[in-house]
């Protein structure tokens, strides 16, 4: 059964560093893998999609990486700022069933 | 620019009471999927329907019934709600096949209380 995992479950940052969000999971196995955002008692907005046959992805600040082969993912958030603050979500696809989720990053970023 | 709409966003029930979660998704996806939030439990799936015309269960099925009505309907309902159905419940909806270079677009969920 497929299990993912995010580490860490909590991160306190100034505004301004360099920060890195983690993900594994532990079959290979994959379609593809998705970073979604989630605010406070809002909906999940999607942030990068990682097919399963690429390396990784870049929209503005954020770079995803990925390593099938060793179950690994991990979550770039460059120069980061107060609007950044958000819990931080990772899910896996694959075959016969539906995205399976870590229970997510919250990240605090201070002013 | 819809997407997938969840309606209603909040409701109170009784214990016993039954409701229908619906949800309406207007990018001709395929799939499409019922998730509740919890805290401390992260996002599980309830249900979910790879086409038009199936449904299959997911991580937690029990005290729920999925009706996929058409390509755009996929609705949830409590048949006889419990304390322990209070949760956020989200819907997505996906393209199915492509080889995993299609991703999920969720709604803005439902907050419901049974007390």
């Known amino acids: 059964k497929q299990e993912v995992t995010q580490i860490p479950a909590a991160l306190s940052v100034p505004e301004g560093e360099n920060l890195v969000l983690n993900c594994s999971f532990t079959?290979?196995?994959?379609?593809?893998l998705q970073w979604f955002r989630q605010d406070p008692g809002k909906g999940l907005t999607s942030l990068l999609l990682?097919?399963?046959?690429?390396r990784e992805q870049t929209s503005g600040r954020l770079n995803a990486s990925l390593d099938k082969s060793s179950g690994r993912s991990t979550l770039y958030i460059a120069a980061s700022q107060p609007g950044d603050s958000a819990t931080y979500l990772c899910?896996?696809?694959?075959?016969?069933?539906?995205?399976?989720f870590g229970k997510g990053t919250t990240l605090s970023v201070s002013s | 620019n819809a997407g997938v709409t969840q309606t209603p966003k909040f409701q109170v029930l009784k214990t016993g009471q039954s409701m229908t979660l619906q949800c309406a998704q207007d990018m001709n996806h395929n799939s499409m999927y019922w998730y509740r939030q919890d805290p401390g439990m992260g996002l599980r799936l309830i249900y979910y329907?790879?086409?038009?015309?199936?449904?299959d269960k997911g991580e937690v099925p029990n005290g729920y019934n999925v009706s996929r009505l058409n390509k755009r309907e996929f609705s949830l309902r409590l048949e006889s709600a419990a304390p322990s159905q209070t949760s956020v419940y989200f819907c997505a909806s996906s393209e199915a096949g492509g080889a995993g270079i299609y991703g999920y677009t969720f709604g803005s969920g439902t907050r419901l209380t049974v007390v």
């Open positions: 079959d290979s196995a994959i379609y593809n």
């Open positions: 329907s790879a086409s038009e015309g199936t449904t």
């Open positions: 899910a896996v696809n694959q075959a016969g069933t539906a995205l399976i």
């Open positions: 990682i097919q399963s046959s690429q």
